[in-house]
């Protein structure tokens, strides 16, 4: 479905309108029309763009028209250039993937919060719900801790139900838990309809992907690891994705990795081996992706260091 759909490679657009200070310098201008007209070139047939509720609403949760603006705009950007897109909702009332840094706390424990994200997705299925062909939503980004999959379940199934009323053809994409691992996928519920897929994200090993990275303390930010030392090898992605691909296809349903990347501590002939290495699993069970990430966010794939191996890269997104 993706595949035939358009949503099959892709790019995010990462710090845009989400992890960011939204400041209007930073809305208007950190991606800009040019820069759809560059993926284009790159072979690419889709965009993900994250967003964050404070975008589109108010403090006290009301409209804000100036956000959806914003969102409007980027589809108008996407489609003049010939690509769908994906909206992405990186961060709701309640609950970012980021919680601690983000001070978002309750939204699986609370009713309200819960209410707040349906209607914002009702707002952003009533706007764009009519751009079925073109716009995908994607319902939450990296749920994170375990106990929270019960609750999301019961969530993702309420949530669709109310975008359906307003956009029945929409393509929505649902992660699980462990910040959308691929092993999480499998405690997911059976899809709400036909035109709802499982998504998943891939930094693995986290070792390589994030050497230095300085916003976790799963790794030593000290630590460097080459390509040879990642332990990735023709069966490592395959075993990764392994159970995730057996729920899809139990469910009959499509697989979408929204995330997957090199931080740019990684040296460009290493980061052309790993996507080589994760492309090749891609393309064996035909999972759609969107890479991580067109500028900036410490993983820009449009920066001048990966000047030299890009014309190679491109192939492997």
């Known amino acids: 479905m993706l595949k035939e759909k358009g949503f099959y490679r892709g790019v995010d657009l990462g710090g845009w309108l989400s992890q960011c200070d939204y400041s209007d310098d930073r809305l208007n201008n950190f991606i800009k029309e040019e820069d759809f007209a560059t993926i284009a070139s790159w072979g690419l047939d889709h965009v993900r763009l994250p967003f964050d509720y404070n975008i589109l609403e108010n403090a006290d949760g009301s409209v804000n028209e100036q956000g959806y603006a914003h969102i409007e705009r980027a589809i108008g950007y ?31 424990e609370s009713e309200e919060y819960q209410e707040r994200f349906y209607k914002l997705w009702e707002e952003m299925a009533k706007r764009f719900g009519k751009y079925s062909d073109d716009a995908a939503f994607e319902l939450l980004n990296e749920v994170t801790d375990d106990k929270f999959i019960g609750v999301w379940n019961k969530v993702i199934k309420t949530c669709i139900g109310r975008i359906r009323k307003y956009a029945p053809d929409t393509i929505i994409i649902v992660g699980s838990y ?30 390589f992907t994030h050497q230095g990275a300085y916003w976790t303390d799963l790794i030593k930010p000290e ?95």
């Open 178 to 207: 462990w910040n959308n691992h691929a092993s999480a996928v499998a405690a997911l519920e059976k899809p709400y309809d036909d035109k709802v897929v499982y998504n998943f994200h891939s930094y693995d090993p986290l070792k």
């Open 78 to 108: 996407a489609k003049k250039n010939g690509l769908k897109i994906v909206l992405d909702l990186h961060k709701t009332a309640g609950f970012s993937f980021d919680y601690y840094s983000e001070n978002e706390h309750g939204f699986f």
């Open 223 to 317: 630590e460097r690891v080459s390509f040879e030392e990642s332990e990735v090898d023709d069966e490592y992605f395959e075993k990764m994705f392994g159970s995730a691909i057996e729920k899809a296809r139990a469910e009959g349903t499509d697989l979408y990795c929204g995330e997957y990347g090199c931080i740019d501590i990684v040296s460009p002939e290493d980061t052309l081996k790993w996507y080589k290495a994760i492309n090749r699993v891609f393309e064996k069970y035909g999972i759609a992706r969107s890479a991580w990430s067109f500028r900036g966010m410490d993983f820009g794939l449009s920066e001048p260091r990966l000047d030299s191996v890009r014309g190679e890269l491109l192939k492997y997104f």
